[in-house]
């Protein structure tokens, strides 16, 4: 079993819900088969829940109702089966290019049962018409000003990005404010995510693109 503090163990109860076996089924998988297939070092399994998992599946409460999601550069599947995970009601596509963690994002899909989530292996260029997003995700893919042109263009002239990003946010929503313009983002701010239930909340850059 992968270590969850008191408080990591209330906030999952509060995320998760009805689901949180599953939840702690995606922790296993995380810190056996994806460790061994080098999705994640080592060194992170301790840190599973508090600094991923739940770093991730608190900013579903961004996410309107019944809205279809991409998640750009899934990886290991954060942020995006956290999402699935936390909130049935959305439609999400996970959107991976290599092919060893489609594989593994499709094995532990098929093994949690979890019905509102698919794979796309491409890259967000290539997936632009492929994908209907309303709400595009991303986390740890690349800085801001590189980020936009990867995820903007998916939205296809209206819905939000939603890009989980560390201290340096605001910082890099400034370099990236012209490109941001430029695709169409009309109104941009930095969010803080999960203070109520973790120690250390979520900063989200939040773009919206249309009206």
Known sequence: MVEITAQEKSAAEV??????DLAERYVGHLAT???????????EVPRLWGRHVLNCAVVADLIPADAFVADVGSGAGLPGLTFALARPDLKITLIEPLERRVNWLSEVIEDLGLENVSV???????????VKADVVTARAV?????????????LEGRGEVLAIKGRSAAEELEKAAKVIRKLGGT?????????ALLEEPTTVVRI????
Do not use: C, W, Y
Not at 33 to 43: I, N
Not at 120 to 130: F, H, P, T
């Open 142 to 154: 690349s800085a801001l000003n590189k980020l936009a042109p990867l995820t903007i263009p998916l």
């Open 15 to 20: 995320v998760f819900k009805d689901r949180l």
């Open 187 to 195: 109104e941009t701010s930095v969010v803080s995510v999960g203070s």
């Open 208 to 211: 919206v693109v249309g009206h």
């Open 33 to 43: 088969s994806g460790m061994e297939r080098g999705l994640l070092g080592p060194r």
């Open 120 to 130: 796309l292996r491409a890259r967000a260029e290539a997936a632009v018409g492929q």
